[in-house]
């Protein structure tokens, strides 16, 4: 476990140098863009944890343990929008922050801002081209097509932290009632659910153009 727990250390640190420096889906998508998108490309996250205690995936830029795996791009899109990628979905149901551990220093932010927490649920959609969707509200229908009512696309800053909080500290009911000192967070992050591992997955960021839709 020591030992386990020290690659993984090593791991999450790598995330902090980043910042310093197949099948069809049958669901029907509103909103769909009228051509392809010629050179454009999305961000995209992959699962790289799963905690089995909490029932919890670490998703994020990239699979820190697939030696060929590469980093996601937040500033100019990672994947070609023609490709058929899984939309990683979310339900923010406000559920309190279970006891993981945060590990590292953290870089450019705390270490806590790499590794949040979403308050909620993901999954994932069969893979679909990201040039199929004409907007944010298009991919958003889309996930609460697929899981219901509450879901919507991920985000690139749907985890939240707040300073300090590992283990037992900032967590469950402690989480809750500090709410008001939450910050937002970016890179990866934590929720519940046990998503594929296998492909990459289109997710949204609010202040960046690398999207495969409008904002």
């Known amino acids: 476990m020591q030992t386990t727990s020290i690659i993984f250390a090593v791991l999450v640190l790598k995330i902090y140098q980043i910042d310093g420096n197949e099948l069809s889906s049958e669901k029907t998508i509103a909103g769909s863009q009228s051509k392809q998108l010629s050179g454009r490309k999305g961000l995209t996250f992959i699962k790289w944890d799963h905690l089995v205690p909490y ?3 670490l998703v994020g830029c990239r699979d820190w343990y697939n030696p060929n795996g590469f980093n996601c791009d937040p500033y100019r899109g990672d994947t070609d929008c023609n490709e058929q990628r899984t939309v990683l979905c979310a339900k923010i149901d406000n ?3 279970p006891p993981y551990l945060v590990l590292g220093n953290g870089a450019a932010m705390p270490a806590a801002f790499y590794v949040g ?3 909620g649920h993901i999954s994932t959609t069969l893979p679909v081209a990201g040039s199929s969707f004409r907007n ?3 991919v958003d229908a889309y996930c609460a097509q697929y899981f219901g009512t509450g879901w919507r696309v991920a985000t690139f800053h749907d985890g939240k932290f707040i300073r300090n909080m590992n283990g ?3 967590a469950g009911e402690s989480w809750t009632t500090n709410a008001s000192r939450m910050e937002i967070g970016g890179w990866s992050y934590y929720a519940f ?3 594929r591992n296998d492909v990459r997955s289109w997710v949204h960021i609010t ?3 690398a999207n495969c839709w409008s904002s």
Do not use: E, H, K, M
Request: glycine share 10%; aromatic share 10%.
């Open 207 to 209: 202040d960046q153009p």
């Open 168 to 170: 037992t500290t900032y």
């Open 55 to 57: 029932g919890i995936d």
């Open 95 to 97: 559920s309190p922050r």
């Open 136 to 138: 944010r509200a298009a």
């Open 117 to 119: 927490w979403t308050l």
């Open 193 to 195: 659910g046990n998503v």
